[in-house]
């Protein structure tokens, strides 16, 4: 079974920082690019970041750049998002996702639906 699972959400005062890890089982990230996502309670999907295969590209939506980082660590199967300088529109249920390798491995997509395996998500609260 493949299978990828978030951690790391949880309340966090403005201003603050999380990290959200996302852990795959049944399969290695190697070859794979991930994408982070967000949805908020009666809002669209929005991509907020993803990284290549190869960990060489990364790509920020403008409503985090300069806040959050994607970084891969491959030896542990694991993409990251450290979120700093967090806001309370940063409040949210954040989703990776995994891409076959269809790309080349300097290649990623901010968009959903490329995607092929979701984790469950991992509620993110910013609020004082």
């Known amino acids: 079974q493949l299978q990828l699972v978030e951690s790391g959400g949880g309340l966090v005062q403005p201003g603050g920082s999380l990290r959200l890890s996302c852990a795959a089982s049944?399969?290695?990230?190697?070859?794979?690019?991930i994408g982070w996502f967000r949805q908020a309670p009666g809002k669209e999907r929005e991509g907020i970041s993803c990284i290549s295969s190869s960990g060489g590209s990364t790509n920020y939506a403008d409503s985090v750049k300069g806040r959050f980082t994607i970084s891969r660590d491959n030896a542990k199967n694991t993409v990251y998002l450290q979120m700093n300088s967090l806001k309370p529109e940063d409040t949210a249920v954040y989703y990776c996702a995994a891409e076959l390798p269809r790309r080349g491995p300097g290649r990623c997509s901010v968009v959903a639906s490329p995607y092929d395996y979701w984790g469950q998500g991992t509620q993110v609260t910013v609020s004082s």
């Open positions: 049944g399969f290695t990230l190697d070859y794979y690019p």
